[in-house]
């Protein structure tokens, strides 16, 4: 395992890690010949208006790309990414590295022989074109490298993935039985706050037809501010304050059902409602969800306390629709 760790921690820091090296080449190579003030920061027109000394320059830009690589690391190796997911993290580490690494060299480099009051020729605003397609160039080759990393284990690490190893809930013939969850979004509100808050101040300085959408999703989140989770016959069912809108799941488009922890960023790309390449869910927090395998071979999830229960029900459930009682 921890071999497998390390493994998929260097690959995701290994661009940063790259323009780092490069960008302390660059500056041993030519700091002879920088001035004692860097321009570092161009207007529109590519004239420098900021500056900053060539030690405070190389602490920032260094220690940004060392920052980030610590962060992909602990991504890869936290985040239980797999497919797509895993892609998209390794692919990305490795364009913003080239992107951030492009722009950090070329700063040195327009600083050349410059005199004290930035270099002549400004800063070419094609450069700023150029790092966008380093970018693009080093995603594919980052997704590519991608499948060099070993892949996580089972997201639980258990056999819960398999018929077998599906809890049930022992019912008696004919009894009947449900379950439901609140599941409290603490950030629900102060995004509806925030939203609101937007709407206002673009409704006033520029229109409240602009500011309106941002009213729409505010009234769309404030109704899932309490969301419940439910388990019945019917299926799998995520209702909020209002009859509408609502998520349901029926019980003829699952496969089975799992409770284990999921991790919100990492997994799902944040909170609220998800949709990923191979998974969708309702996410409110990192933590124990039920996450039910789709026919599709999709999954979804949603957050909720005491998901082993609601999880067993719907596996109990789903025997009994295939034994057709």
């Given at each position: 395992m921890a071999s497998k760790n390390f493994g998929r921690a260097t690959l995701a820091a290994l661009p940063f890690v790259l323009a780092l090296i490069v960008g302390l080449v660059v500056h041993l190579t030519v700091q002879d010949r920088l001035p004692d003030r860097l321009a570092v920061h161009f207007n529109a027109g590519g004239s420098a208006d900021r500056y900053t000394g060539i030690t405070a320059y190389l602490l920032y830009g260094l220690g940004t790309l060392l920052v980030l690589g610590a962060l992909w690391a602990v991504f890869a190796v936290n985040g239980k990414l797999y497919g797509r997911g895993r892609s998209w993290l390794i692919g990305g580490g490795f364009a913003l590295a080239a992107f951030l690494g492009y722009l950090l060299i070329t700063v040195l480099l327009v600083n050349v022989d410059a005199p004290e009051g930035g270099p002549a020729d400004g800063f070419p605003l094609w450069h700023v074109a150029a790092a966008v397609g380093a970018g693009a160039v080093a995603w594919p080759i980052g997704a590519l490298l991608s499948r060099l990393a070993p892949a996580p284990e089972?997201?639980?690490?258990?056999?819960?993935?398999?018929?077998?190893?599906?809890?049930?809930?022992?019912?008696?013939?004919?009894?009947?039985?449900?379950?439901?969850?609140?599941?409290?979004?603490?950030?629900?509100?102060?995004?509806?706050?925030?939203?609101?808050a937007a709407a206002v101040a673009v409704g006033r300085d520029l229109s409240w037809f602009a500011g309106a959408p941002l009213v729409v999703l505010a009234l769309v989140i404030g109704t899932f501010c309490r969301p419940h989770v439910t388990v019945d016959r019917r299926g799998l069912t995520v209702s909020g304050l209002l009859p509408k809108p609502r998520l349901r799941v029926p019980l003829e488009r699952m496969a089975g059902a799992d409770s284990r922890r999921v991790n919100a960023f990492a997994e799902y790309g944040g909170w609220g409602y998800r949709v990923r390449p191979d998974r969708s869910g309702v996410i409110t927090r990192s933590g124990e969800a039920i996450v039910v395998s789709l026919t599709s071979g999709r999954e979804f999830a949603v957050t909720v306390d005491d998901s082993a229960t609601g999880a067993a029900l719907l596996n109990t459930l789903l025997d009994r629709q295939r034994a057709g009682r």
């Open positions: 089972s997201p639980d690490g258990s056999d819960g993935g398999t018929e077998a190893g599906r809890e049930r809930i022992a019912l008696a013939d004919g009894e009947v039985a449900g379950w439901a969850r609140g599941i409290g979004a603490w950030w629900a509100p102060l995004a509806v706050l925030a939203l609101l």
